[in-house]
Protein backbone atom coordinates (compact mmCIF):
# COMPACT_ATOMS: atom_id res chain seq x y z
CA UNK A 1 0.00 0.00 0.00
CA UNK A 2 1.38 3.50 -1.13
CA UNK A 3 -0.58 6.62 1.04
CA UNK A 4 0.63 9.47 -0.66
CA UNK A 5 1.29 12.84 1.92
CA UNK A 6 0.20 16.04 -0.06
CA UNK A 7 1.65 19.32 1.79
CA UNK A 8 0.29 22.70 -0.08
CA UNK A 9 2.82 24.59 2.34
CA UNK A 10 5.71 25.36 0.41
CA UNK A 11 7.91 24.55 3.62
CA UNK A 12 10.04 21.53 3.18
CA UNK A 13 10.64 21.22 6.64
CA UNK A 14 6.80 20.48 6.91
CA UNK A 15 6.94 18.07 4.70
CA UNK A 16 9.54 16.01 6.35
CA UNK A 17 7.90 16.18 9.44
CA UNK A 18 4.71 14.57 8.54
CA UNK A 19 6.79 12.47 6.45
CA UNK A 20 8.43 11.34 9.69
CA UNK A 21 5.44 10.91 11.52
CA UNK A 22 3.50 8.86 9.15
CA UNK A 23 6.40 6.59 8.98
CA UNK A 24 5.89 5.95 13.05
CA UNK A 25 2.19 5.58 12.29
CA UNK A 26 2.07 3.56 9.26
CA UNK A 27 1.78 -0.13 9.59
CA UNK A 28 4.04 -2.49 8.16
CA UNK A 29 4.16 -2.26 4.40
CA UNK A 30 2.48 0.91 4.01
CA UNK A 31 4.98 3.09 1.92
CA UNK A 32 4.73 7.17 2.74
CA UNK A 33 5.57 9.59 0.35
CA UNK A 34 5.70 13.48 0.45
CA UNK A 35 5.50 16.58 -1.80
CA UNK A 36 5.50 19.96 -1.10
CA UNK A 37 3.86 22.62 -3.02
CA UNK A 38 5.66 25.16 -5.58
CA UNK A 39 3.48 28.14 -5.30
CA UNK A 40 2.07 29.80 -2.41
CA UNK A 41 2.85 30.27 1.35
CA UNK A 42 5.54 28.91 3.17
CA UNK A 43 3.00 28.17 6.38
CA UNK A 44 -0.80 28.94 4.97
CA UNK A 45 -2.27 31.35 7.84
CA UNK A 46 -5.88 32.78 6.25
CA UNK A 47 -8.43 32.32 4.09
CA UNK A 48 -6.92 33.39 0.77
CA UNK A 49 -3.45 32.15 1.30
CA UNK A 50 -6.02 28.79 1.87
CA UNK A 51 -7.66 29.08 -1.55
CA UNK A 52 -4.23 29.04 -3.39
CA UNK A 53 -3.00 26.50 -1.08
CA UNK A 54 -6.29 24.68 -2.40
CA UNK A 55 -5.31 24.79 -5.96
CA UNK A 56 -2.09 23.79 -5.38
CA UNK A 57 -2.96 20.34 -3.04
CA UNK A 58 -5.25 19.77 -6.21
CA UNK A 59 -2.19 20.54 -8.56
CA UNK A 60 0.01 17.98 -6.35
CA UNK A 61 -2.45 15.31 -6.12
CA UNK A 62 -3.09 15.23 -9.99
CA UNK A 63 0.63 14.92 -10.56
CA UNK A 64 1.62 12.61 -7.78
CA UNK A 65 -1.73 9.79 -6.88
CA UNK A 66 -1.24 7.84 -10.02
CA UNK A 67 0.24 4.95 -8.43
CA UNK A 68 -1.38 5.64 -4.88
CA UNK A 69 -3.71 3.61 -2.99
CA UNK A 70 -5.01 6.97 -0.80
CA UNK A 71 -4.15 10.95 -0.58
CA UNK A 72 -3.60 12.38 2.96
CA UNK A 73 -3.79 16.08 3.08
CA UNK A 74 -1.37 17.13 4.97
CA UNK A 75 -2.51 20.63 5.78
CA UNK A 76 -4.36 21.04 8.81
CA UNK A 77 -7.10 23.50 7.05
CA UNK A 78 -7.94 20.09 5.18
CA UNK A 79 -7.82 22.24 1.65
CA UNK A 80 -9.34 21.02 -0.83
CA UNK A 81 -10.63 17.75 0.66
CA UNK A 82 -14.05 17.70 -1.04
CA UNK A 83 -12.92 18.97 -4.11
CA UNK A 84 -10.52 15.87 -4.46
CA UNK A 85 -12.44 13.54 -3.45
CA UNK A 86 -14.61 14.52 -5.92
CA UNK A 87 -11.97 14.35 -8.60
CA UNK A 88 -10.31 11.36 -7.72
CA UNK A 89 -10.76 7.59 -7.26
CA UNK A 90 -9.17 6.82 -4.56
CA UNK A 91 -9.92 7.47 -0.97
CA UNK A 92 -8.74 10.89 0.25
CA UNK A 93 -8.58 12.07 4.24
CA UNK A 94 -7.76 15.27 5.51
CA UNK A 95 -5.75 15.34 8.91
CA UNK A 96 -7.80 17.39 10.75
CA UNK A 97 -11.34 15.79 9.83
CA UNK A 98 -9.37 12.44 10.64
CA UNK A 99 -8.06 14.20 14.05
CA UNK A 100 -11.55 15.59 15.38
CA UNK A 101 -13.44 11.93 14.51
CA UNK A 102 -10.80 10.24 16.35
CA UNK A 103 -11.39 12.67 19.11
CA UNK A 104 -14.85 11.96 19.25
CA UNK A 105 -14.38 8.36 20.11
CA UNK A 106 -12.19 9.19 22.81
CA UNK A 107 -14.10 12.01 24.67
CA UNK A 108 -16.88 13.60 24.71
CA UNK A 109 -15.70 17.45 24.06
CA UNK A 110 -12.69 17.96 22.14
CA UNK A 111 -10.76 21.09 22.22
CA UNK A 112 -8.55 22.43 18.64
CA UNK A 113 -5.04 24.16 19.17
CA UNK A 114 -3.32 26.02 16.78
CA UNK A 115 -1.48 29.33 15.67
CA UNK A 116 -2.54 32.68 14.55
CA UNK A 117 -5.67 34.56 15.36
CA UNK A 118 -6.42 34.62 11.48
CA UNK A 119 -6.77 30.82 11.14
CA UNK A 120 -9.26 30.41 14.07
CA UNK A 121 -12.35 31.15 12.13
CA UNK A 122 -11.11 28.33 9.24
CA UNK A 123 -11.19 25.67 11.59
CA UNK A 124 -14.45 26.62 13.39
CA UNK A 125 -15.93 26.47 9.98
CA UNK A 126 -14.25 23.25 9.58
CA UNK A 127 -15.86 21.98 12.64
CA UNK A 128 -19.24 22.76 11.90
CA UNK A 129 -19.11 21.44 8.11
CA UNK A 130 -18.06 18.60 9.61
CA UNK A 131 -21.30 18.51 11.58
CA UNK A 132 -19.10 18.13 15.07
CA UNK A 133 -20.31 21.54 16.74
CA UNK A 134 -21.92 19.89 19.46
CA UNK A 135 -18.65 18.11 20.35
CA UNK A 136 -16.65 21.13 20.07
CA UNK A 137 -15.09 22.94 23.04
CA UNK A 138 -13.51 25.69 21.12
CA UNK A 139 -10.35 26.74 19.27
CA UNK A 140 -7.20 27.82 21.56
CA UNK A 141 -4.79 30.17 19.65
CA UNK A 142 -1.09 29.60 20.48
CA UNK A 143 -0.82 33.44 19.06
CA UNK A 144 1.41 34.33 15.65
CA UNK A 145 5.07 32.42 15.70
CA UNK A 146 7.15 32.77 12.58
CA UNK A 147 7.99 29.17 11.00
CA UNK A 148 11.38 29.80 12.69
CA UNK A 149 9.92 29.64 16.27
CA UNK A 150 7.31 26.84 14.90
CA UNK A 151 10.03 24.42 14.41
CA UNK A 152 11.44 24.84 17.88
CA UNK A 153 10.23 22.44 19.90
CA UNK A 154 10.67 24.33 23.35
CA UNK A 155 9.33 26.87 22.51
CA UNK A 156 6.03 25.54 20.94
CA UNK A 157 5.60 22.60 23.28
CA UNK A 158 5.21 24.97 26.50
CA UNK A 159 2.88 26.91 24.62
CA UNK A 160 0.59 24.20 23.08
CA UNK A 161 0.49 22.54 27.58
CA UNK A 162 -0.09 26.03 28.51
CA UNK A 163 -3.07 26.29 26.07
CA UNK A 164 -4.19 22.88 26.61
CA UNK A 165 -4.01 23.10 30.36
CA UNK A 166 -6.66 26.10 29.89
CA UNK A 167 -9.00 24.49 27.08
CA UNK A 168 -9.14 21.88 29.90
CA UNK A 169 -9.89 23.69 32.84
CA UNK A 170 -12.14 26.35 31.30
CA UNK A 171 -13.77 25.08 28.12
CA UNK A 172 -14.39 21.11 29.83
CA UNK A 173 -12.36 19.64 26.75
CA UNK A 174 -11.99 15.79 27.19
CA UNK A 175 -9.37 15.56 24.01
CA UNK A 176 -7.22 17.97 22.37
CA UNK A 177 -6.77 18.40 18.72
CA UNK A 178 -3.54 19.75 17.13
CA UNK A 179 -3.99 21.64 14.18
CA UNK A 180 -1.03 22.50 12.09
CA UNK A 181 0.99 19.97 9.62
CA UNK A 182 4.40 21.56 11.49
CA UNK A 183 2.62 19.84 15.22
CA UNK A 184 3.28 16.47 13.55
CA UNK A 185 4.50 14.36 16.00
CA UNK A 186 4.57 16.53 18.78
CA UNK A 187 1.72 14.54 20.19
CA UNK A 188 3.70 12.12 21.82
CA UNK A 189 5.59 14.70 23.40
CA UNK A 190 2.64 15.98 25.34
CA UNK A 191 1.19 12.12 26.46
CA UNK A 192 2.52 12.78 29.45
CA UNK A 193 2.23 16.00 30.40
CA UNK A 194 -1.85 16.34 30.14
CA UNK A 195 -4.33 14.10 31.19
CA UNK A 196 -6.54 13.88 27.94
CA UNK A 197 -5.60 12.47 24.83
CA UNK A 198 -3.51 14.92 22.58
CA UNK A 199 -4.21 13.78 18.47
CA UNK A 200 -1.98 14.11 16.20
CA UNK A 201 -3.63 14.51 12.47
CA UNK A 202 -0.81 12.64 10.78
CA UNK A 203 -1.24 9.99 12.89
CA UNK A 204 -5.07 9.70 12.64
CA UNK A 205 -5.20 9.91 8.97
CA UNK A 206 -2.22 7.30 8.13
CA UNK A 207 -4.49 5.17 10.38
CA UNK A 208 -7.61 5.96 8.33
CA UNK A 209 -6.27 5.82 4.99
CA UNK A 210 -4.83 2.37 5.64
CA UNK A 211 -8.26 1.39 6.81
CA UNK A 212 -10.32 2.68 3.96
CA UNK A 213 -7.83 1.21 1.36
CA UNK A 214 -8.45 -1.72 3.12
CA UNK A 215 -12.45 -1.66 2.92
CA UNK A 216 -11.84 -1.82 -0.54
CA UNK A 217 -14.98 0.63 -0.82
CA UNK A 218 -16.39 1.54 -4.63
CA UNK A 219 -16.17 4.67 -5.82
CA UNK A 220 -19.68 6.90 -5.69
CA UNK A 221 -21.55 6.85 -8.79
CA UNK A 222 -24.70 8.59 -7.52
CA UNK A 223 -24.03 12.26 -4.37
CA UNK A 224 -21.93 14.40 -4.57
CA UNK A 225 -18.63 12.67 -4.54
CA UNK A 226 -19.17 11.15 -8.00
CA UNK A 227 -16.90 12.30 -10.36
CA UNK A 228 -18.06 14.98 -12.38
CA UNK A 229 -18.24 15.34 -16.32
CA UNK A 230 -14.74 15.46 -18.62
CA UNK A 231 -14.24 19.41 -19.46
CA UNK A 232 -11.53 21.05 -20.81
CA UNK A 233 -9.71 23.38 -18.43
CA UNK A 234 -7.35 26.63 -19.32
CA UNK A 235 -4.87 27.81 -17.49
CA UNK A 236 -3.93 24.58 -15.03
CA UNK A 237 -0.99 22.72 -14.65
CA UNK A 238 -0.19 19.84 -17.06
CA UNK A 239 -1.50 16.60 -14.97
CA UNK A 240 -4.62 18.52 -13.60
CA UNK A 241 -5.75 19.16 -16.80
CA UNK A 242 -5.45 15.97 -18.20
CA UNK A 243 -7.08 14.81 -15.15
CA UNK A 244 -10.28 16.98 -15.73
CA UNK A 245 -10.15 15.91 -19.49
CA UNK A 246 -10.20 12.09 -18.60
CA UNK A 247 -12.58 12.51 -16.23
CA UNK A 248 -15.36 9.23 -16.33
CA UNK A 249 -18.40 11.19 -14.84
Avoid at 201 to 206: H, L, P, R
Avoid at 224 to 240: C, D, I, K, N, T
Amino acid sequence: MELLLVNPNTSAFVTAAVTAEAERAAAPGTAIRGVTGEMGAAIIGCRSENAIGAVSAMELAAAHAGDCNAVLLAVSFDSALAELRELLAVPVVGMTEAAMLTACMVGARFALLSFGERAMPLYERLVHGYGLRDRFAGAFSLGTLTPEELRDRGIVLPLIAEEAERAIAHARAEAIVLAGAVFAGLARDLRDRLPVPVLDGIACGVTMAEMLVRLDLAKPGAGSYRHPPAREMAGLGPALTTLYRSLPG
